[in-house]
């Protein structure tokens, strides 16, 4: 069983459908479920889920999260909507799976949404696209478990921006007489020691192919929702778990990780990231 070889390991994968892996840990485990499934739409080497039938084919993953999840858990999914097959009497217009699937997070799966962020993307793959805008984003569906959580937001503070720590510096905030203000009275306010308060917006490259895999994900975007949602020795799960990012973030971060895939040499490339790590 995979969750016991974490007895003697920081990490397990398994070559499996990962929702059946999640069924096989302990309920209430996990404290972070992160992973990027095939996108709807998308042809890869590891198949395609249609939009038409995207909804079925992700519920067996949600229904084991929940499940698997501890009450202070989360779930986070980067997820693109493609677009749908052009033919010759329409338009390819862009799926709102992507937008039914947040909803039934919350509506079907009594999830609570935290926010549902974007990531923008500085070097998007051309699209060529004729009929609407070159398509330079993903969204990462951020939900907990609890309607009450916490978030350790201290650790995903970013640098100021050189003018907002000169506005610091010069400008004395005032209470509005409207009383729609934060601040009470008169008062200077000294920039945090750690840095600004995270955006919801991620902004950065995509990762160039990394052993092979066609949808690698960039490390820095696992790595803010670990950061945010976990602290060292929790159990951080991704179902499809691909080339490894969630892995190498968590376990460089000291969380524990299981990831499963179904392609084994996507499984065997992982555990190679995951080995040289230690
Ligand atoms: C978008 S990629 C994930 C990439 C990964 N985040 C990374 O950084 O390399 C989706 C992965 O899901 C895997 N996959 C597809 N169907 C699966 C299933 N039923 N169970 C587990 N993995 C699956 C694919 O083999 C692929 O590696």
Redesign the pocket.
């Known amino acids: 069983m995979v969750i016991e070889r974490l007895e003697h390991s920081e990490y397990a994968v398994s070559c499996c459908?990962?929702?059946k892996g999640l069924l096989q840990l302990p309920d209430k485990s996990i404290k972070l479920v992160y992973?990027?499934?095939?996108?709807p739409n998308a042809e890869r080497d590891?198949?395609i889920w249609k939009s038409s039938e995207y909804i079925e084919k992700i519920s067996p993953f949600i229904d084991a999260s929940v499940k698997k999840l501890r009450e202070d858990g989360f779930l986070v999914i980067n997820i693109k909507a493609n677009r749908e097959k052009a033919t010759s009497k329409t338009s390819t217009k862009r799926s709102l799976v992507v937008e039914r699937l947040a909803i039934m997070l919350e509506e079907h799966w009594s999830l609570h949404c935290v926010d549902i962020e974007i990531w923008v993307k500085e070097n998007p793959v051309p699209t060529g696209l004729r009929v609407a805008c070159q398509d330079a984003y993903e969204q990462n569906l951020w939900f907990s478990l609890s309607p009450k959580w916490t978030i350790n937001l201290d650790d995903i503070r970013r640098p100021y921006e050189s003018h907002s720590v000169k506005t610091y510096e010069g400008y004395e905030y005032k209470p509005r007489s409207n009383g729609l203000s934060y601040v009470r009275k008169n008062k200077r306010i000294q920039p945090h020691p750690l840095g600004a308060l995270p955006t919801n917006i991620i902004q950065g490259g995509v990762s160039s192919r990394?052993l092979g895999?066609q949808?690698?994900?960039p490390l820095y975007l696992p790595e803010k929702y670990i950061k945010a949602t976990t602290s060292p020795g929790d159990l951080v799960v991704?179902?499809?778990?691909?080339?490894?990012?969630?892995g190498v973030a968590a376990l460089s971060l000291k969380r524990k990780f299981i990831g499963?895939?179904?392609?084994e040499q996507?499984v065997s490339d992982a555990e190679k990231r995951f080995r040289a790590l230690f």
Not at 35 to 39: E, H, L, N, R, V
Not at 260 to 263: I, K, S, T, W
Request: proline share 10%; charged share 10%; no cysteine.
């Open positions: 459908d990962g929702a992973g990027s499934p095939p996108y590891y198949g990394i895999h949808a690698a994900q991704d179902p499809w778990m691909g080339s490894g990012t969630t499963f895939d179904l392609v996507h």
